[in-house]
């Protein structure tokens, strides 16, 4: 059973970048592409991007500019950066698999001074 | 994008009685090579992250309750719940996975009456 688990900072200063990590474990990283979603109150779920095991990558548009998504398949693990964050970007920040059916717990992420 | 939108934002359905949650694509999520839909329909409980109940519209999960029904085609998904239990109590959600940027509706608030 593939498991997954976020790990991230809790709290970020504005301007500063977040940096969240999801850790696979049960499964190889290299068995699906791994998916980052967040979810606040004021706007939902919304998908970040994904990237699969060789590093190719898709991001969401709205966040292109400020999103980078890396793996190290020696850790069985893969990474998110959120740049340039405003309090807007306060969520909790979800991986998920290519399948949609293994997701973690999420890590609320809270930007503020 | 694809937007997605949901109808109704809540409801309150009886114990035993059905549920009935609407989602609306902006654009068909239909694909001609494999006659799929790429329609997902999540459910979240308090303090976790989504589960995935239906892919390909219609598809349950395993372990998915056999009340828990999909159905449309194209741009319009009905998701219903029939028999409704208490532990049914969530928000629900559909989401496209057709073309990124993957997208989700909005949520419906599902509540006991």
């Known amino acids: 059973q593939v498991q997954l688990q976020e790990s991230g900072p809790g709290l970020v200063k504005p301007s500063e970048t977040l940096s969240v990590t999801c850790i696979v474990s049960?499964?190889?990283?290299?068995?699906?592409?791994w998916n980052w979603i967040r979810q606040s109150p004021g706007k939902g779920l919304e998908w970040i991007g994904y990237?699969?095991?060789?590093?190719?990558?898709n991001y969401n548009p709205s966040l292109k500019s400020r999103v980078t998504i890396s793996v190290d398949t020696s850790k069985n693990q893969f990474s998110l950066k959120l740049s340039s964050v405003t309090p807007a970007d306060t969520a909790v920040y979800y991986c998920a698999s290519s399948n949609w059916v293994y997701w973690g717990q999420g890590t609320l992420v809270t930007v503020s001074s | 994008d694809i937007v997605m939108t949901q109808s109704p934002d809540s409801l309150a359905v009886s114990l035993g009685e059905r549920a009935t949650i609407n989602c609306k694509s902006s654009?068909?999520?239909?694909?001609?090579?494999?006659?799929?839909?790429?329609l997902a329909w999540y459910q979240q409980k308090a303090g976790q992250p989504p589960k995935l109940l239906l892919y390909?519209?219609?598809a349950r999960e395993s372990g998915v309750p056999d009340r828990f029904n999909g159905r449309g085609s194209g741009t319009d998904f009905t998701l219903t719940i029939n028999s409704l239990q208490a532990e049914d109590v969530a928000i629900y959600y559909c989401?496209?996975?057709?073309?990124?940027?993957?997208?989700f509706g909005q949520g419906t608030k599902l509540e006991i009456k």
């Open positions: 989401q496209q996975f057709y073309t990124a940027p993957y997208t």
């Open positions: 049960g499964g190889s990283i290299a068995s699906y592409y």
């Open positions: 990237i699969f095991y060789n590093g190719r990558t």
């Open positions: 654009q068909s999520v239909l694909s001609g090579s494999n006659n799929k839909n790429y």
């Open positions: 390909w519209a219609s």
